[in-house]
């Protein structure tokens, strides 16, 4: 089941959503490019969607610490 995508303040992300079951992270970027990060837990990807800027969050707590690829 894909996980439930919702809406962050964000200037560069459009929603973002995470798969308990998977531990995907998936996130919809403004460009319409939907990047999936493996293996996040459901505590980070919260710690994610929350942030006062998502894009920081992503930087430091997502790129480069879980494998990624693109929807297609």
């Not at 303040?9 to 990060?37: N, P």
């Amino acid at each position: 089941m894909p996980p439930v995508m919702r809406g962050v303040f964000s200037s560069h992300v459009r929603r973002i959503g995470h798969d308990a079951e998977t531990k995907e992270l998936v996130v919809e970027w403004d460009t319409g490019k939907t990047s999936i990060y493996e293996g996040v837990p459901a505590g980070v990807a919260d710690s994610v969607a929350n942030a006062w800027s998502v894009g920081t969050a992503l930087r430091q707590q997502i790129k480069g610490a879980y494998k990624h690829r693109y929807r297609e």
